[in-house]
């Protein structure tokens, strides 16, 4: 078994969607990003990533690269995901944390794991998001921006 972290975080610009755990939120702004920006499936492929020992979301989908200009994260962690089946690696459990004041994510938990489990093509239950505040701190707090956490853990 192997387990991997993973942390994204991005500004929240206007006049682009919100895309969470693959789940387009209303909202006035969202978060920038060469891709959908969607800081909590990029920890995610993080995780997964580092914990097969296979790089980083960077080094798999480059910024600098057209292709991924626009694209969709669950589209991304899906590719990322094959690569880490190819090696020989199978999720067992991954845990996802949004960090921010706002958008409160209640409503749409389930929807964002199960968008979440399908793109890794596994059990809804093996993947879990949460979310927590930093009591109005640092740039989350300030409503400037969101970040994520995942952890994964992956078995032969």
């Not at 960090?99 to 794991?113: K, Y």
Request: proline share 4%; hydrophobic share 50%.
């Amino acid at each position: 078994m192997r387990i991997g972290l993973g942390v994204d975080a991005h500004a929240l610009v206007e006049g682009v969607p919100l895309v969470l755990g693959g789940v387009e939120l209303e909202s006035e702004r969202g978060l920038a990003g060469h891709s959908d920006g969607d800081v909590i499936a990029h920890a995610l492929i993080d995780a997964l990533l580092g914990a097969a020992g296979l790089g980083d979301i960077g080094s798999l989908f480059p910024s600098d690269e057209p292709e991924w200009e626009g694209a969709s994260s669950l589209d991304l962690l899906a590719r990322a995901y094959a690569q880490v089946r190819e090696a020989g690696w199978a999720l067992a459990n991954a845990d996802c944390v949004l960090v921010g004041e706002e958008p409160r994510i209640a409503p749409v938990r389930g929807a964002m794991q199960a968008r979440l489990a399908g793109a890794l093509d596994v059990e809804p239950g093996l993947v879990t998001v949460r979310a927590t505040t930093t009591d109005h701190l640092g740039f989350t707090g300030r409503g400037e921006g969101l970040a994520a956490l995942a952890v994964a853990l992956l078995e032969r």
